[in-house]
């Protein structure tokens, strides 16, 4: 269990568009990454934005255009540098192995920013192994005696997992065409790309 209150931390959550015609799909992992002392307020902001829904969660998909336009500003207002992993292509079923892509980019850009302890929001056990196996992994790319851990958990029970999914929506709304949210956080993201071999 995770518990160092002034550790720099990433709370990471996904989005993807698998390859249709001629697009060729792209899977965006995306780390919210606040100062510690940031976390309380950014916590109030997104419990706030979920309001009394009557999910356990704030969740992008769920939301209307001026919801999303307004939790892109709420965010936005907050100080923190958020990373954005894109991968792509991304051919039908094998998002999987576009995530492996992007959450082993993730772990090196993350620890070239500070982050020392990654939560990423729970799927399922067999699933979450899978992002276990990924990391430690990548940590052979970090140099040696880097401490970096990683560590699942349900989205509903970590707000600040809401902040990824809305980084994430406004990343993937941008890359359909729509850049209006993505503009609005343009300050607070920091992107890279990666070819997923797929």
């Given amino acids: 269990m995770i518990t160092d209150p002034t550790t720099r931390r990433a709370f990471t959550d996904e989005s993807y568009r ?3 015609g001629d697009d060729k799909g792209f899977y965006v992992l995306a780390s919210a990454v606040f100062e510690p002392g940031e976390h309380l307020e950014a916590r109030e902001v997104l419990l706030g934005l979920r309001g009394d829904r009557s999910t356990a969660k704030l969740h992008w998909n769920e939301m209307d255009r001026h919801q999303k336009r307004t ?3 709420r965010l936005a207002d907050v ?3 958020h990373l954005v992993a894109i991968g792509s292509p991304l051919p039908v079923k094998r998002q999987e192995r576009a995530r492996v892509a ?3 980019l993730m772990v090196r850009e993350l620890h070239t920013y500070g982050v020392c302890e990654l939560l990423i929001e729970s799927r399922t056990n067999e699933l979450d192994k ?3 196996a990924t ?3 990548a940590r052979y790319d970090l140099p040696k005696g880097t401490r970096f851990r990683v560590e ?3 989205g509903a029970k970590e707000p600040l997992f809401w902040a990824a999914d809305i980084i994430a929506g406004a990343v993937r709304a941008h ?3 729509d850049s209006s949210y993505q503009d609005i956080l343009s300050e607070r993201l920091y992107e890279v790309f990666v070819d997923t071999g797929c």
Wanted: hydrophobic share 40%; with cysteine; charged share 20%.
């Fill in 71 to 73: 939790a892109a500003q």
């Fill in 102 to 104: 992007c959450l082993r």
């Fill in 175 to 177: 890359l359909m065409g």
């Fill in 18 to 20: 698998e390859a249709s």
């Fill in 152 to 154: 699942h958990q349900a």
């Fill in 130 to 132: 899978r992002d276990v």
């Fill in 79 to 81: 100080e923190g540098m």
């Fill in 135 to 137: 990391v430690s992994g």
